[in-house]
């Protein structure tokens, strides 16, 4: 039989099943941390952003860093007009001959131009970080005049004048001049109404896209940044990054900073030292409106490439919908242990939001697919645009037929979502709109206590039984329904032994650890910091939970000892034993 | 003296070169970077920048090309003294005028732009000191001999003294007879020079040794698996404090 195929025509023999015509066989199978932000619960509270500001960037060098920012649109974003890829350059362009090339210019043209990057955000894009002379109030002498606490620049010391920051423009202040400076408005023309009797508005938290196709990694001269093989998270190595800042041109959504401290790049981190352990990223964690949903996505790593070269911009969404693999397809999951990702995976990817919102219910939608990144955070576009407008306008917000008028008649809202989502194709924003809908229409009858209208879900093509999954994951998910993250594999089971506590978590460079920040021959740049490490987790837990001392080598944090046993290196050696800690170190010169 | 400068500093310094390098490396990779300013300051950057740094790249090429090819390997080739003499003074000029300007705007942008001057350590200015100093002995030296020679002069022939003196260093025999020879603007020229070289590991001009030529042959996305062992990865374990 497959001989019989064979010669009849090539393209058959890939096909390992000649009955599925056009089904390829399944490439590399990769894992993908990824999210999905439902953007009607979005309230633009900005505790996302403060709290990973908190775990991740209140240091100096990166005062203006915001790895999750919310931005209000219609708005310029941050920073300024990020969005505007004519300027800015971010994103792959793809080229006549159907081959993707950074749209700042190939690997010849970026280190031509590495003296200078002729297309880098200034500090004045993002803003100028500031501080406030606070050590007046406290010591300004007695006086008629109220002391007042005047900013002064983070990066000068001089006094300055604050005109603007990450979210200036945040609910629309500064009004249409500064909304209508939005890249999104400026394409759309003059049908958007600025006013604030037409306009509509939503919040858009952003983090690192975490995108399969990265251009800030292809960017990167120095091969510092990288897409973790287990995770597909995208970090920075540190040790690594010379500071020739191609990536904060690449990253089409200027999500990679450079710290002016340390002269390096620096990006949200997905905190993966949290994932690696099963735990949500800081911004999901504290995400008050709880609209952020974490998962696991399989994809096919071979396909990545054509999917993100498909020629027409509209068929982007779909292409990246091709590219995720079923977890529940059994061929699926035997191409997944071939390629080394465990079966707690697999499991875990089958129950993920994540793949549940973008390829079964089909609401969540990825960022500006046109930047053929193929980013891996999604959203749900927002319904309340439109019944903000019908409830002003005194028509029934729920009722299905009032919905779906509204959604056809109000074009600016959906034409502005699908320049965001979808290219401007404005085919599949409708459509999750319309889904959106059906399910307010359709679960309010069931609240109500008439009987389920099963035309409702039909309509949208969706069955009622699919509507009233979407509706549980969607109004009632518990957190280990929304976060679904295995922990890292390859550490907890098979690399069990050989762990070994790296130290203190506090213990970063300028941290407030015991370590302090040790040697540092260049000043605050320099040194190695100690990495914060899914290890010293398991370490931890390993002593605090067993019952005897565990036989972790190496040095122990006096606050991690749990007082069983005598661990080397914690105590001075006793006169008569005359040993040293385990590691045979002498004692410093002092 | 002439024994001490010519025949052991060549030598204190390529130690402290190479030396340098590896304990920088297996110490201070994370400090190991260019410290770019060009997010506080991009619009003289743009200009001075690459006008230095490509006016330095012909620069350098054109110090390898003097002072390892032999004038009898020229000569064989048919290109006659008088002929690499002028090709060789008009193209330095041209670049070391580039490197000085580049320079020159570069200084004078690090020290009235306040956040780049804030950003500027003792390490950077006593670099941009001998940086300097190098870039205009070298370039003193060559404008006053063009000078010279145009007037119908004679000078010393660089060729003939610092040249095989250069190259005497790589076999371990350093020919220091044919440098006391040299005339005294090569003398302080090459003191500045091997001063710029010993500081080249200690300073932020490290970056020159990680110019990424690999990045022409890489595929652009790079893929890495989690390094289950941080300290294992070639790196130097940092040593384990006491806990008292």
Redesign the interface.
């Known amino acids: 039989m497959a001989d019989g195929e064979r010669h009849r025509s090539p393209r058959a023999t890939a096909s390992e099943n000649p009955g599925e015509t056009g089904r390829r066989p399944i490439g590399r199978v990769m894992a993908q941390v990824a999210m999905v932000m439902n953007l009607d619960k979005c309230i633009g509270c900005h505790t996302c952003s403060v709290t990973c500001k908190q775990a991740w960037t209140n240091r100096s060098g990166v005062e203006y860093a915001w790895f999750n920012n919310v931005e209000t649109r219609p708005g310029q974003g941050y920073p300024r007009t990020y969005q505007d890829q004519d300027r800015w350059k971010g994103g792959w362009v793809r080229r006549p001959n159907g081959r993707l090339v950074p749209r700042a210019g190939g690997r010849i043209k970026r280190l031509a131009t590495i003296f200078a990057n002729p297309v880098m955000p200034s500090i004045q894009d993002y803003y100028e970080p500031w501080t406030y002379d606070y050590d007046t109030l406290i010591n300004a002498p007695l006086g008629d005049d109220f002391p007042v606490a005047t900013p002064h620049s983070a990066l000068t010391g001089e006094p300055m004048k604050v005109e603007w920051s990450a979210n200036w423009d945040d609910d629309l202040g500064g009004g249409p001049e500064l909304a209508s400076q939005d890249p999104i408005v400026r394409r759309l023309g003059d049908q958007v109404k600025l006013s604030f009797e037409d306009t509509f508005m939503f919040y858009l938290p952003r983090i690192c896209e975490h995108c399969l196709n990265p251009t800030c990694v292809a960017a990167c001269p120095s091969g510092a940044l990288y897409k973790r093989a287990e995770d597909g998270i995208v970090l920075v190595d540190q040790d690594r990054c010379r500071g020739w800042r191609m990536c904060v041109t690449g990253c089409p959504y200027k999500k990679i900073y450079f710290n002016h401290k340390t002269g390096k790049a620096e990006k949200c981190t997905f905190c993966y030292p949290r994932v690696e352990v099963g735990m949500p990223t800081i911004c999901s964690e504290t995400c008050v409106g709880r609209l952020r949903y974490l998962g696991v996505v399989l994809y096919d790593a071979d396909r990545v490439g054509e999917a993100a070269a498909v020629e027409d911009e509209k068929d982007l969404y779909e292409a990246q919908l091709g590219v995720f693999l079923d977890p529940n397809d059994p061929a699926v999951r035997s191409a997944a242990r071939r390629d080394g990702i465990p079966d707690r995976w697999v499991e875990s990817a089958a129950r993920s939001p994540v793949f549940a919102l973008a390829r079964r219910f089909r609401v969540a939608l990825p960022l500006h697919p046109e930047y053929r990144t193929m980013p891996m955070v999604w959203y749900i576009p927002p319904l309340s645009p439109v019944v903000d407008t019908l409830t002003r306008t005194g028509h029934d917000a729920e009722e299905t037929g009032n919905l779906f008028g509204a959604i056809d008649a109000l074009r600016i809202p959906v034409e502005y979502l699908a320049e965001l989502f979808t290219a401007g194709d404005t085919a599949p924003v409708d459509l999750v709109l319309r889904r959106l809908a059906a399910m307010r229409s359709y679960m309010r009858r069931i609240n109500l206590g008439q009987e389920r209208d099963e035309s409702i879900a039909t309509a949208v093509g969706m069955t009622g039984t699919e509507i009233e999954d979407m509706y549980r994951l969607l109004a009632l998910a518990k957190y280990d329904e929304r976060y679904v993250v295995p922990t890292a594999y390859g550490v907890d089971e098979a690399d069990r032994g050989v762990i070994e506590e790296v130290g203190c978590s506090l213990d970063f460079e300028g941290g407030p650890g015991m370590g302090g920040m040790g040697e540092v021959p260049f000043g605050e740049a320099s040194g190695r910091p100690d990495e914060a490490s899914v290890e010293t987790f398991h370490a931890l837990r390993d002593r605090q939970t067993s019952e005897r001392a565990s036989a972790t080598g190496g040095r122990i944090n006096l606050l991690n000892w749990d007082g069983n046993g005598r661990p080397d290196g914690l105590f001075p050696p006793r006169e008569d034993e005359g040993t040293d800690n385990g590691r045979g170190q002498r004692p410093g010169p002092t | 003296m002439d024994l001490v400068l010519w025949g052991v500093l060549p030598y204190v310094v390529l130690v402290l070169v190479v030396g340098g390098l590896i304990w920088r490396y297996r110490?201070?990779?994370?400090?190991?970077?260019?410290?770019?300013?060009?997010?506080?300051?991009?619009r003289l950057?743009?200009i001075g920048?690459?006008l230095?740094?490509?006016g330095l790249l012909v620069v350098i090429v054109g110090h390898v090309v003097g002072l390892l090819i032999p004038d009898t390997w020229t000569r064989a080739l048919g290109v006659s003294d008088t002929l690499y003499h002028v090709s060789a003074l008009s193209l330095g000029l041209i670049a070391g005028f580039c490197t000085l300007a580049g320079i020159t705007l570069l200084v004078w942008r690090r020290r009235s732009t306040?956040?780049v001057f804030?950003?500027t350590?003792r390490?950077d200015k006593l670099m941009y000191v001998v940086l300097v100093l190098a870039i205009v002995t070298g370039l003193g030296m060559t404008v006053y001999f063009a000078g010279v020679e145009l007037a119908g002069g004679r000078t010393g022939d660089y060729r003939e003294t610092v040249s095989p003196w250069f190259r005497s260093i790589w076999i371990l025999r350093p020919d220091v007879a044919a440098m006391a020879a040299a005339d005294a603007p090569y003398k302080l020229h090459a003191l500045m020079g091997l001063a710029l070289f010993a500081l080249l590991p200690f300073t932020r001009l490290v970056?020159a040794f990680?110019a990424?030529i690999?990045?022409?042959f890489?595929p652009?996305?790079?893929?890495?698996?989690?390094d289950?062992?941080?300290a294992a990865a070639g790196?130097s374990e940092?040593?384990?404090?006491?806990?008292?």
């Open positions: 110490y201070d990779r994370f400090g190991w970077t260019t410290r770019s300013s060009e997010l506080y300051e991009s950057l743009r920048s690459p230095f740094h490509f306040g956040p804030s950003a350590t390490n970056h990680s990424p690999g990045y022409l890489r652009y996305v790079v893929y890495r698996t989690r289950p062992h941080p790196q940092r040593a384990t404090r006491r806990g008292w």
